[in-house]
């Protein structure tokens, strides 16, 4: 990138025209940990340092407006901001979609949000609820928007009907190639929304450029905004390996490496790998497999050393940004370890996001396609990809309408 692209947020705090629409307005402030200015301000703090502004509310979600809750399904309580003396809601606590009197409390919101590029992350599904509800209580909505890190890129199936939940916010493939702003256009035009809507956003984002390829690395701090996205590398195979949690396999949580690797006590990963290149080796494109060895501090197999897989993306002569598909590669490490053992205890049976009645893996993927397709011993690749090409080609052609880069 030739120059350091500007955030929403930089560009409101900077520019006293782009705030004037708001003056007089009560304004609430939805963020997170990556909230952040260019000079690593937190949005709340920089806002409410402002004259013209004022800030009567805040909200969090999940993980909490500062990021104090490491693992998933873990609350967050409403409370009272001790230094700017507001209120701060919790839309991952007792509720997921503000209240009646939530809503009272502003005039516009201010969405920041950081966000990862893929269907699952609930950022995206907190941005559709707080529209919906500021269409229902006629506020306004400003987003102010971050780059995309995972970048334009477009893979995996689309949500099936019926199958919406926390991290399905609606009929988009697992790897949807779209900013927050761009995602808040989307919801407004499919879900037919009466909503003053406004996008304040970047400038000089390019998506395609190299090395960054949607985040601009070098030129801006990365803040994790989730206590498992630590850095680029994890955003970029997030699409796959997010499938994990709707397994027994450990997706590295405990390790330093989160979301970047995966594995178990019980698996051969040499052998894992080495099927996975003789079942499909173009899904294995744009990035390098490495066996190794890890044992979680918590979570899944916590204390236990486990053989893995760790998912490389970071070296220039490494990774393909536009050959790598994460969730190809993660569902044929699947398909891999049942052709392996049969009976290989793979899908995990729990309450994720507090869905009782559906695998936490159909959630995920937002249909029951791929397990269907990985538990099928004579389903080959090519069935998986039928599916997965025309839904791609689908979403290419619709979210053209709705991009702002």
Known sequence: ?????????????????????????????????????????????????????????????????????????????????????????????????????????????????????????????????????????????????????????????????????????????????????????????????????????????????????????????????????????????????VMLEGTTLSEGRGTTRPLELFGAPDIDAHRLIADMRSLAPRWLAGCVLRECWFEPTFHKHAGKLCNGVQIHVEDPTHYDHAAFRPWRLQALAFKALRLQQPDYPLWRDFAYEYEHERLAIDLINGGEALRQWVDDPAAPPAALDEIALADEAAWEAERAAYLLY
């Open 1 to 241: 990138m030739t120059a350091t692209p500007r955030f929403g947020l930089d560009r409101l705090l900077q520019d006293a025209g782009l705030r004037r629409p708001l003056a007089g307005r009560r304004l609430a402030l939805l963020a997170h940990p990556a909230s952040l200015t260019r000079g690593l301000e937190h949005a709340l703090d920089a806002l409410a340092a402002l004259p013209d502004l004022k800030l009567s509310a805040a909200f969090g979600p999940q993980h909490g407006l500062r990021g104090d809750k490491q693992d998933n399904m873990v609350e967050s309580a409403d409370y009272l901001d001790p230094l700017h003396r507001i209120p701060v809601f919790s839309l991952y606590g007792e509720v997921r979609r503000p209240t009646a009197a939530m809503m009272d409390s502003f005039d516009v919101l201010l969405v920041d949000l950081q966000d990862l590029g893929c269907r699952i992350y609930t950022f995206i599904t907190t941005l559709r609820y707080v529209l919906e509800a500021a269409a229902a209580h006629r506020k306004a909505v400003w987003v102010l928007d971050r780059p995309n890190p995972a970048g334009r890129p477009v893979e995996g199936t689309l949500l099936r009907p019926g199958w919406e939940s926390f991290v399905g916010a609606g009929p988009l493939p697992m790897r949807h190639g779209l900013t927050m702003g761009e995602l808040a256009r989307w919801f407004v035009a499919t879900l037919k929304l009466d909503v003053e809507l406004e996008v304040v956003a970047m400038q000089g984002w390019q998506p395609d450029a190299a090395p960054g390829y949607g985040w601009p690395l070098g030129e801006r701090s990365w803040i994790n905004p989730s206590p498992n996205a630590p850095n680029l590398s994890m955003a970029r195979a997030y699409a796959g390996t």
